[in-house]
């Protein structure tokens, strides 16, 4: 079954519309990465599948089921299934990695501390970080602590995990950090919506490749299509000029 389906899902800020009728889907254990121009509403459709900006069109359904984006129940079911990385990680200064990582699934999901922590301390190995359960997040670097963050979303056991541009804030040599931990996730099977400037690795990791301009999909198809033979000349165009930098 399609894990994720997203169906004409269109969104506006006031009047403005920003998605105008985005259609794409992953099944299940596939890396969609979204690539396009800045402002072509990638982040915006990432937000409007989880609920934190309000689709105005269109339907979602995951693993078969619609979302309902009006009813609180419903958007609560969904963000367990789905979670959400973001570039600027946002971690809690004032608590300790272990905190940050395990303080969602025991006050929001009410798990049993001692699983939690446990859970915890096999997802911070898992992105490197075993050795800094105690450290604030300023005693880090920004690779390190986007390592944590992804430690954070997993900590909520997604299905699905949306990564947006998660490296772009990081210095360059800490960046292929950050890539190693997303490809470990990729050979483990799962589902990943994946928005990154590093073409390379899109190309590396991806089952798909959807290429977005204005609001809406340009074009879908495997890495090499996209990036070696694009239909379109938009793809062309933003293919060429990413991959000549
Ligand atoms: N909170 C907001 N309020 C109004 N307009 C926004 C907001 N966030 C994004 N936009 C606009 O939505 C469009 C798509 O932005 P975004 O989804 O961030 O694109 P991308 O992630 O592809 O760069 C842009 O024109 C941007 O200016
Ligand atoms: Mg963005």
Same mark, same amino acid.
């Given at each position: 079954?399609?894990?994720?389906?997203?169906?004409?899902?269109?969104?506006?800020?006031?009047?403005?519309?920003?998605?105008?009728?985005?259609?794409?889907?992953?099944?299940?254990?596939?890396?969609?990465?979204? !690539?396009?121009?800045? %402002?072509?509403?990638?982040?915006?459709?990432?937000?409007?599948?989880?609920?934190?900006?309000?689709?105005?069109?269109?339907?979602?359904?995951?693993? %078969?089921?619609?979302?309902?984006?009006?009813?609180?129940?419903?958007?609560?079911?969904?963000?367990?299934?789905?979670?959400?990385?973001?570039?600027?990680?946002?971690?809690?200064?004032?608590?300790?990695?272990?905190?940050?990582?395990? !303080?969602?699934?025991?006050? !929001?999901?009410?798990?049993?501390?001692?699983?939690?922590?446990?859970?915890?301390?096999?997802?911070?190995?898992?992105?490197?970080?075993?050795?800094?359960?105690?450290?604030?997040?300023?005693?880090?670097?920004?690779?390190?602590?986007?390592?944590?963050?992804?430690?954070?979303?997993?900590?909520?056991?997604?299905?699905?995990?949306?990564?947006?541009?998660?490296?772009?804030?990081?210095?360059?040599?800490?960046?292929?950090?950050?890539?190693?931990?997303?490809?470990?996730?990729?050979?483990? %099977?799962?589902?990943?919506?994946?928005?990154?400037?590093?073409?390379?690795?899109?190309?590396?990791?991806?089952?798909?490749?959807?290429?977005?301009?204005? %609001?809406?999909?340009?074009?879908?198809?495997?890495?090499?299509? !996209?990036?070696?033979?694009?239909?379109?000349?938009?793809?062309?165009?933003?293919?060429?000029?990413?991959?000549?930098?």
């Amino acid at each position: 079954m399609t894990h994720l389906d997203v169906r004409d899902l269109a969104c506006s800020y006031g009047s403005e519309k920003i998605l105008k009728g985005v259609t794409l889907s992953a099944e299940k254990g596939e890396v969609v990465s979204l !690539i396009g121009p800045s %402002g072509s509403g990638k982040s915006t459709l990432l937000r409007a599948l989880v609920g934190l900006t309000l689709p105005s069109a269109g339907e979602v359904r995951v693993a %078969g089921k619609a979302v309902d984006y009006s009813s609180r129940k419903s958007v609560r079911e969904l963000r367990s299934q789905l979670a959400i990385v973001f570039q600027q990680y946002n971690l809690f200064q004032n608590m300790t990695v272990m905190r940050n990582v395990t !303080i969602a699934p025991i006050t !929001i999901k009410k798990r049993p501390k001692a699983e939690v922590e446990a859970l915890a301390a096999e997802l911070l190995a898992r992105v490197g970080m075993e050795a800094k359960h105690d450290a604030y997040p300023e005693e880090l670097s920004g690779g390190q602590q986007q390592r944590v963050a992804i430690a954070r979303a997993l900590a909520l056991q997604p299905e699905i995990l949306l990564l947006d541009e998660v490296t772009s804030a990081l210095d360059p040599e800490r960046v292929n950090e950050v890539l190693d931990t997303i490809r470990r996730l990729t050979d483990e %099977g799962i589902t990943m919506l994946l928005v990154s400037h590093e073409m390379s690795f899109v190309r590396e990791v991806s089952t798909r490749v959807v290429m977005m301009d204005d %609001g809406k999909v340009v074009e879908t198809g495997t890495p090499s299509q !996209i990036f070696d033979s694009p239909t379109h000349e938009r793809t062309r165009d933003f293919v060429g000029m990413i991959l000549k930098h």
